[in-house]
């Protein structure tokens, strides 16, 4: 049994998730049911009609509540579990820094790639820009 402050093993927290997910959806449909029932106004009562409205018009404003209120707890549910995730989730979180790491040496390589290319190619295209010049005319008149 988890002690407050520690945390809960992976399969208590699944099973604590589990229950509240079982126990809001049953809340929804118990009260959803019971309003539907409070709907059709099929009740023999022997109080008069006026104070059974407004009974039925409580016990519906009730179990509304109680429907926002299990609304409410799925949503802090979600939440939760989204939270458990993201913090618990070491696999798939390995998983995408190794993927983003092989993704990245492989633009860094093929940027390197580029650039060895456009080096070899500005040497070349320097090499024979000098060649010209030297081999030139206008060289040889500025040297006599």
């Given at each position: 049994?988890a002690?407050?402050?520690?945390p809960q093993?992976k399969e208590a927290l699944l099973?604590?998730y589990?229950?509240?997910?079982?126990?809001?959806?049953?809340s929804l449909l118990?009260?959803?049911?019971e309003i539907?029932?409070?709907a059709?106004?099929?009740?023999d009562s022997?109080l008069?009609?006026?104070?059974q409205?407004?009974?039925?018009t409580?016990?519906?404003?009730?179990?509304?509540?109680?429907?926002?209120?299990a609304?409410e707890s799925?949503?802090k549910l979600?939440?939760d579990?989204?939270?458990?995730l993201?913090?618990?989730?070491f696999?798939?979180?390995n998983d995408?820094?190794?993927?983003?790491?092989?993704l990245?040496?492989?633009?860094q390589?093929e940027?390197?790639q580029k650039?060895?290319?456009l080096?070899?190619?500005?040497a070349a295209?320097l090499?024979?820009?000098?060649?010209e010049?030297?081999?030139s005319?206008?060289k040889?008149?500025?040297?006599?």
């Amino acid at each position: 049994m988890a002690q407050r402050g520690l945390p809960q093993s992976k399969e208590a927290l699944l099973k604590s998730y589990s229950a509240r997910l079982k126990d809001d959806v049953k809340s929804l449909l118990e009260n959803f049911e019971e309003i539907i029932k409070l709907a059709k106004g099929e009740s023999d009562s022997q109080l008069s009609r006026m104070t059974q409205c407004e009974q039925d018009t409580y016990e519906m404003h009730v179990r509304s509540a109680n429907i926002v209120r299990a609304g409410e707890s799925l949503m802090k549910l979600v939440s939760d579990i989204k939270q458990y995730l993201i913090l618990n989730d070491f696999p798939s979180v390995n998983d995408a820094i190794t993927q983003n790491s092989k993704l990245f040496r492989q633009k860094q390589s093929e940027a390197d790639q580029k650039l060895m290319m456009l080096r070899d190619d500005m040497a070349a295209d320097l090499y024979d820009l000098e060649e010209e010049y030297y081999n030139s005319v206008y060289k040889c008149r500025i040297a006599d």
